[in-house]
Every structure is written in C-alpha cells, then in structure tokens.
C-alpha cells in the first residue's frame, strides 16, 4: 500500500469505530430509556423488580470506556467483521463489532496459514488510550502470517502495566484460546508457568462460559476463588472491562466466614485442622451420635394413644443412614416417617384423613422429640467443632497423641457461643456444616493459586462445586503453603474433580526472557516437577545489586525506586513482611507516595508488597529487596523467593547484602 492508501484505510477504519461508539451509545440509551419506564410495563411489583434488575444489569454491561478500544481486530472472509469486547449493532440490528466470544471470532485466534478458516486478511489495530493509531494485516491466503512477531501484538503484551489487571482479549494465543473455549462440562487445571497468562485464561473463560450459557450460569453463578484480597483487587477490573458484571469473587476464608475469627493458633494446630483426616474425624463423630431405638414411642392424641414399637423405629433410622443424606436432612427425614406411622394409625381408626395442622403437632410432641434427641440428636456445626478441640481423644484413633495435644483447647469455652474460633476452626466448621446441610453449586468455580490449597480449604470449595465444573490454575512450583500441592492429582481428587484434565502452559509472554531465566535456576531446589519456563520476551533488563555495607541497604533500595520512576509504568518493592514498615518510612521520608497492594484506586507509582501477598501480581519494575530475609522468614522461603522474582514484566533489580541463595549465584547457574 501507498501512503495516500494507507492513510485513507486508517481514516475508514477510524471512521468506522467513531461509528460503533455512537451505535454503542445508542443501544445504551435505548436500555437506559427501558429501566426508566420498567415499573410501569412489569405487572406486578415482583416482575418490576425482576425487569428492573435485568435492565439494571443490561445498562452496566453496555458501558463503554472510551480509553479502552472498542475494536481490536478485523476478519475479512465472504464481508468484513471487526472482533472487539462486547457485540455491537446499528439501528437496524446488523452487527458492526463482533463478541470476541461468538463462534465466528474464534477464527481471529485460530486461523493460519496451515488452516486459514476460510479467512483471507486478519488485521489487527494498534491504540493509543482508545484512539486508533496503526493497523497491521496478515493475508493468509498468500500464506503471510506473523505469529508472534507482530509489531502490533507484542507491543501490546509489552504495554506497560499501571493499576488493575487487563483483559488479554486483543493478545490470546491459540493455546490459550482452547482451554478459553472448552466446554462448561469440562473441569480443567492449568499448570501454568510466570508470565503464562493462566489467570487471564481462568478469567476470559468465565467471561466465555457466561456468554455461551448466560441464563444457565445466571442462575447457578460464577465463582473467582482468589488467595487474597489483594489479588482480587488486582483482578477485579478484567470481567467488567467484558461486560460481565455478575460474578462473585471471594478468598476461601470469605466463603467459610461463618463466624468472627477470635482466636490464633499454633504452627501445630494450623497442621492438623488443615489434614484431611480432620474430615473423617468430624465425620466419625457426628455419625456416633445416633443411637437405635429401645423403646416404643407412646403419643395421646385426645381419645386415643398411638404406640410405635422399637423395632419399626430401628428400621427408619436404619433406613435413613443407609440413604447417606446430610446429618440434619437424614433427622427430618426420620421426624416425618415417625409422623408418618402415627398418620397411618389415626387414618386406620378414625377413617379421617388428619390435616397439617395436626401433622405439625405430632411433630412436635414431646414423645416424638424425645425420640429424636436420642435416635438422632440435633447439632450445629459449631457444637461438634467445640466438642472434638475440647475432646480431640475422640478422633477414633485417626490423630495421634502429639496431635490431639496439638489441637486441645486447654481451657474449654463455657458455651458454644462464647467459644474463640481461629481462622482454621472455621475450615473446620464448614466441613461440619456441609456434613449437616447441603451446600448450593456454583455453575462454575475458577480457582487461581490453588497450588496453596489445602485438603480441607480444597474440600470447601469442592462442596460449593459439587454440581458444577472447574477451572483450575496455578504452579506447582510457587507452592508456599506448608501443605502446597506436589501433584495436581491429590488436589483434584479433593475437589472431587479427579478426572479433570491437567494442561500445561509453558510458554510465557509476559515475564522477560532474562527474569525467567534467573528463577528457573531455584527450580532444581523446590522438590516439584515441572517444566522450566520459556519466554517469548527479549527485552527485559535485570540488575543484581550487592551491598557491601548492610545499614545501606535500604537507601540503596530508595536509590533504585528513584530510578524506577523515570521509566514508563508501574514499580514495585517486594520484602520480607517484616521489612515493610521500614521501607514506607523511607520512602515517606524521600517524599515518594507509596500505595499497598489492595489499593488499586491508588495514583501512587510505587507499591509496597509483602512478600507473602506478591503471588499473582505483577508489576512493570518490581525491586526485591533481600532476598535472604524473605527465604529465611518460612519453611518455604526459596518457592516464595521464586514467586517474588517473577512479578517482573520488564525490570527487575534484586539489591542484597546478605549473600544470594546458593541456587542463584553464578556458579550454580
């Protein structure tokens, strides 16, 4: 192309996303105009509401940012059709941009030369905060592809990162575009390497499950399952930048938050509460409650007495712990066929019939629950967790004596309401409670950094899936739990997914080629089997920085934040917790503003990151500061030091004064 054609292609194409924007805006205004005058054309104030908060919903997936393109690639086939993040029509109803979920876009991440899908140009468009700046063409059907070296493309994965987390729509790999797109039925666990793209990939098939089986998944709901709030956060802005604003996301602790956490406890008795033996133990002593009936059951009812015999009321208990229905479900059960019989009896003698009202009494006499207190004694989730922290010999032999002595409270609560419950009583509550009550299913559960599950932590969130699938994502070799996962198959088996398929993602786009290089060097350490990880990335830089003098530690760190921020994009300090404190005041005293990482709000440049909440960030420059601090504060310190190194997505600068990890010197490279 000339030029003069090139620069008439690029005002078409201008023109035509001035032209979608206005369409957009229109389609907007049309929902606004429907909710404003919802109440009047719902026929009832239940249909009101129901009209009301789907046109609600309507409006806020139409929102349009305008730094944000509209439009990020364009199919030409039999016509053109621009592939973009939400479907766009013209008045008359004919589309102007594309979902990037509808079966035709999936060309523009999986045509090639080698299988063109009946494509023969794919052009991509370059933006500068959402104005169209270049556009770039691959004709397939002269056998012209680009792959990953498109200019457009890798600028945009290099694209310096500042605040949340972004969509990855305009750069989705076809290998990652087929996890994106497997079936809702399918439970997947990608084992993704630094700088893979798994999150976004767990995040985009959300988005792609809810296009695909909207009114299905509306009703059972999407979950996101995060490590910390922090992540969340970081997270937090990707779906609705889709136009899916109504998924659920939450920490483990956030779903089982049943009650206050009020207590702390041991290393010892984070260990055991989180074994999945504590399942069986709550399990066996729930169960021990029962009791078979030795006397019969005597009710008066006016005129006449009603007796039921032991040996039929043996049979309905029995009956009901064979059907293996959740604790209180299987008590009401039995409530109902003991009423049941007593109905039977009344219908047998009087020929009538008798109402609900007299079946609710008959449940409730003292006769029938007095029965049932000591057939089938009622219980709370929090009563059994009390009774086996105060009794822990009642394990049944499951916990050994260093372990019973590890969970026992030493002075028992008064009542199960006055009771201090630690963050890992509430694990162990939740069990409790999906082993009384059936907990609802999600549609879809994606779970990210789930290397650092627990079995029990596994098992809650297993509960909330039981009748849906899951997207599973992390690495094995950024466990740093002291219970992190060696092979994904025991944590599906605990999500009750044990036949999902595990895919690994090795290929990296994001983390720089030197960055990865450098982490790669502790894989040999961390006791776990996976591949190393490649980058696509050649531009990144790394500087290691020793300090000879170890009270200069922290002004050399300053020196390095200074640098920083005379480059592009957003900068980190990763330390060891305990150094944090410290290092703000630094920077306090420096006059450089600092942000933690759960403020995504923030318009500070540079973010202040514990170390223990870094896993699934990442920054443009990321500084680390000592690493052998950060090794040394836990059992795991070389996996979290592998997770520090790779929050980098162009810089990195390590400053130490203490020597590396032997694993990271040169002479063990």
Not at 449 to 469: F, K, N, T, Y
Request: charge should be negative.
């Amino acid at each position: 192309m000339s030029s003069f054609d090139l620069d008439t292609e690029l005002s078409a194409e201008r023109r035509h996303l001035t032209e979608s924007r206005a369409a957009l805006a229109r389609m907007r205004g049309r929902a606004e105009a429907l909710f404003s005058a919802g109440a009047e054309v719902a026929g009832d104030p239940y249909g009101a509401e129901a009209l009301g908060r789907t046109l609600s919903r309507r409006v806020a997936e139409l929102a349009d940012d305008p730094t944000t393109p509209l439009f990020f690639g364009r199919l030409d086939i039999d016509e053109s059709y621009y592939v973009g993040r939400r479907h766009v029509t013209d008045d008359a109803g004919e589309p102007m941009v594309l979902d990037w979920r509808a079966p035709l876009s999936r060309s523009f991440y999986r045509a090639s030369v080698r299988d063109p899908q009946g494509v023969s140009t794919r052009r991509r468009f370059g933006f500068v905060k959402g104005e169209l700046t270049s556009f770039e063409d691959e004709h397939l059907d002269r056998g012209e592809e680009l792959g990953t070296k498109s200019r457009i493309l890798t600028a945009e994965i290099e694209r310096p990162r500042v605040g949340p987390m972004r969509d990855i729509v305009a750069t989705i790999q076809p290998e990652q575009d087929e996890l994106v797109r497997a079936e809702l039925a399918d439970s997947i666990c990608v084992q993704g390497a630094p700088g893979t793209g798994k999150t976004a990939v767990g995040l985009h098939r959300a988005a792609y499950l809810l296009y695909l089986h909207r009114e299905r998944l509306r009703r059972s709901g999407v979950l996101i399952v995060g490590p910390n709030t922090a992540f969340l956060s970081y997270i937090s802005a990707v779906l609705p930048a889709l136009g899916e604003v109504e998924v659920q996301q939450a920490t483990v602790d956030d779903l089982i938050s049943r009650q206050p956490v009020r207590a702390v406890d041991s290393e010892a008795a984070i260990l055991v509460k989180h074994d999945v033996r504590m399942a069986e133990v709550l399990r066996k002593l729930l169960w021990s409650r029962l009791a078979k009936p030795t006397e019969p059951i005597m009710v008066s009812d006016g005129s006449y007495r009603w007796r039921i015999d032991p040996e039929p009321l043996r049979r309905i208990v029995d009956e009901a712990r064979r059907e293996d229905l959740p604790y209180a479900v299987g008590r009401e059960r039995v409530r109902a066929r003991v009423v049941g019989l007593l109905q039977r009896q009344s219908e047998y003698r009087t020929g009538n019939s008798p109402g609900e009202g007299w079946l609710r009494k008959m449940s409730k006499v003292a006769p029938v629950t007095t029965f049932l207190d000591t057939a089938w004694p009622a219980a709370t989730p929090e009563q059994l967790v009390v009774e086996i922290l105060v009794n822990p010999e009642k394990s049944g032999g499951v916990l050994s004596e260093e372990e019973q002595a590890a969970i026992r409270w030493v002075k028992p609560p008064k009542t199960v309401k006055s009771a201090k419950f630690s963050a890992a009583d509430l694990i162990l509550i939740d069990e409790a409670a999906g082993l009384m009550e059936r907990e609802s299913s999600f549609g879809h559960v994606v779970v990210d950094e789930a290397q650092d599950l627990s079995p029990m932590q596994a098992r809650a969130i297993a509960r909330r899936s039981e009748h849906g699938s899951i997207t599973l994502l992390g690495d094995l070799a950024q466990g740093t739990a002291p219970w992190a996962a060696a092979d994904w198959r025991d944590t599906l088996g605990h999500l009750g997914k044990p036949d999902a398929s595990v895919v690994p993602l090795t290929v990296g786009f994001r983390v720089p080629a030197v960055v990865v290089a450098l982490a790669n060097r502790l894989l040999p350490a961390l006791e776990v089997d996976v591949p190393e990880a490649v980058s696509l990335r050649r531009d990144g830089d790394l500087s290691i920085i020793p300090v000879g003098d170890p009270r200069a530690l922290d002004a050399e760190t300053l020196v390095e934040v200074t640098a920083a921020l005379e480059h592009e994009g957003s900068v980190a300090v990763i330390a060891a917790d305990t150094a944090i404190d410290r290092l703000r005041a630094h920077l306090t005293a420096a006059g450089i503003e600092s942000a933690t990482p759960d403020d995504v709000e923030a318009e500070a440049r540079v973010t202040l990151v514990p170390a223990t909440v870094a896993k699934g960030l990442e920054y443009d420059h990321v500084i680390v500061h000592e690493p052998a601090d950060i090794v040394a504060a836990e059992t795991r310190g070389l996996n979290r030091l592998y997770v520090v190194l790779t929050r980098a997505v162009s810089r990195l600068s390590v400053v130490h004064a203490k020597p590396l990890p032997q694993a990271l010197t040169p002479a063990a490279a």
